[in-house]
């Protein structure tokens, strides 16, 4: 398979994408199938701000 256009992928090979496309869909079925407690949007947010205002941000 040869190079994919830089206008219309960002990757640089037919392999590169497929590739991407397989890790991506492994760590959405993970994501999906996770055991693990959900996370509220607030408390996202609030874990964000304070890692944010730790290193100096806004």
Known sequence: ???LDPIYS?????EDA???DKWFRAQ???ALNSTEPDISHEQMKAEIRAI???HGGA
């Open 10 to 14: 960002e990757f640089e090979t037919e």
């Open 28 to 30: 959405v079925e993970a």
């Open 18 to 20: 497929q590739a991407y």
């Open 52 to 54: 944010i205002e730790k």
């Open 1 to 3: 398979m040869g190079k």
